[in-house]
């Protein structure tokens, strides 16, 4: 019993290990949830998210009169041990709760009590000189203060999500540059279609890609809109008069985000709907990016029996009974991320919908479905754009070969002999193996000159009157 220390709540007395800065409810909570064993210390935003919110309750909690000046700064103090990294493995609840987040709230009230205790001389459990409930957590709840931390947690990881998206966007626009004298042929419902250039291919990744960082960051924005102050359900029962303003005005100078309080905090507190919509960017990013490492596989098929137009970096043996076998096992990795994230969109969304009345219980697994999309699309974009994009290389010949031999080019005929007679032609070469070139010359449609200016593939590119 000497490696613990005893502490009690509302059900009764428990055993928390001695040297731990969390209290009673935590331990409660390492009891009863173990559940996806994804640990609030594995997010260190939402950690920091937390610290940010109790800081800034702190702060408003002085200026209001409502807390001591020595109290008022060690629990500053202790913020900011937890904002720079600090004691975060002092938060092993798992993410994934029943009470709406009350246990994470309280391991982060628990800890900062406890640290803050330390700092005074007193002994960790010691809570009339520094309580978890009636110091950490004065002027709060968990309906107001949870949510926020979430929203505080999920602007920072947006940046960093943004930071991973736009270096993606670059190495595509880089190999775009790079491959853009590859001419080859240009595809739709897997059918030769024109021709086009590998470059334009890579360019076309690189801005579908780019258009999804102003969709993040502008769905990001939503978080900036909390309901500290709020209390249990909005009313603001037991925060003073002035509180819920003031304490966004100190979030937002702790953060440097533009943190304003929300307007209608009885809405606000059961509202989801930031969550949903931010969510849903994931997903179309993730859509997005499958359907692109579709794009690279096929492209690298093969290398005999399929597309074979470019390159992907080696990256492990591809079989244990094929010899020499070699497989896209980064774009196969990224498209596996990509449904996982499409999936949590899903909970995202029923959990939205599930909230009732003036909370949402659901957002434990609302809030660790997002981060953990966050989480997996920083890692899948790192994966494919250093152990594939940057590596990729046009094999030049075949794609150009493609092009020559290819039926498509016979669309670039139509304004000059008209639909009808370029479909007989295209007809004739896919039965006899003929190329459209032969046999426009042997019909005597067309002068050779007329129909190498025509036929050129850089003369397919881009527009051009007739």
């Known amino acids: 019993m000497e490696n613990f220390r005893q502490e009690s709540d509302l059900l009764g007395e428990l055993n928390v290990p001695a040297d731990a800065y969390y209290g009673v409810q935590t331990q409660r909570a390492i009891n009863n949830f173990k559940i ?22 702190a702060k408003t909690n002085y200026e209001l009169g409502l807390l001591d000046e020595n109290l008022y700064f060690k629990i500053t103090e ?63 709840s968990t309906n107001d203060a949870y949510p926020t931390a979430i929203k505080m947690g ?43 250039t590998l470059g334009q291919e890579f360019e076309a990744f690189a801005a579908n890609l780019e258009e999804d960082i102003s969709k993040l960051n502008n769905n990001a924005d939503l978080f900036v809109e909390v309901n500290m102050g709020a209390t249990a ?14 304490c966004a005005k100190n979030l937002a100078q702790i953060t440097g985000f533009p943190i304003v309080s929300a307007p209608d905090l009885v809405e606000a507190t059961p509202d989801t709907g930031s969550y949903v ?14 359907k692109i490492c579709n794009d690279l596989r096929l492209l690298s098929s093969g290398p005999r029996a399929g597309l074979f137009e470019i390159n992907l970096p080696p990256m492990q043996p591809g079989s244990s009974i094929m010899p020499g076998k070699v ?16 999936g949590n ?27 953990e999309n966050i989480n997996f699309l920083c890692n899948a974009l790192d994966t494919l754009r250093d152990k594939c994009v940057v590596g990729i290389t046009a094999n030049k010949e075949m794609c150009l070969n ?44 067309l002068s050779q000159e007329k129909l190498d200016e025509i036929l050129d593939p850089k003369n397919m590119l881009k527009p051009h009157n007739k």
């Open 36 to 57: 996806s064993g994804q640990l609030l210390s594995s997010y260190p935003d939402f950690i920091k998210g937390l610290a940010f919110v109790k800081k800034a309750a």
């Open 78 to 140: 202790t913020c900011d041990e937890i904002i720079d990294g600090q004691l975060h493995d002092q938060f092993p609840v798992d993410m994934i709760q029943g009470g709406a987040g009350t246990s994470i709230n309280m391991n982060a009230n628990e800890v900062i009590a406890n640290r803050v205790l330390e700092k005074l001389g007193k002994k960790k459990g010691e809570y009339e000189f520094c309580s978890p409930n009636d110091h950490i957590n004065l002027s709060q």
């Open 154 to 196: 999920l602007l920072q990881m947006n940046i960093g999500l943004v930071e991973r998206l736009k270096k993606i966007v670059a190495a595509f626009r880089a190999k775009g540059k790079e491959f853009q004298d590859v001419i080859k042929m240009g595809r739709t419902q897997l059918q030769d279609a024109v021709p086009m």
């Open 233 to 246: 359900i909005g009313t603001g029962l037991n925060a003073p008069v002035g509180y819920a303003t003031l």
């Open 277 to 290: 919509i931010y969510s849903s960017a994931m997903k179309r990013l993730a859509v997005k990016l499958s």
């Open 327 to 342: 497989n896209p096992v980064i774009p196969e990795v990224v498209n596996q991320v990509c449904f996982k994230i499409i």
């Open 345 to 371: 969109d899903l909970t995202v969304t029923f959990a939205a919908e599930a909230g009732q009345l003036q909370l949402n219980v659901m957002e434990p697994v609302l809030s660790h479905a997002i981060m």
């Open 402 to 445: 493609m092009v020559k031999h290819s039926i498509g080019i016979v669309t670039a005929l139509n304004p000059y002999i008209g639909y009808k007679q370029s479909t007989q032609i295209a007809k004739e070469a896919l039965e006899t193996g003929q190329s459209v070139y032969n046999l426009v010359l042997e019909k005597g449609i």
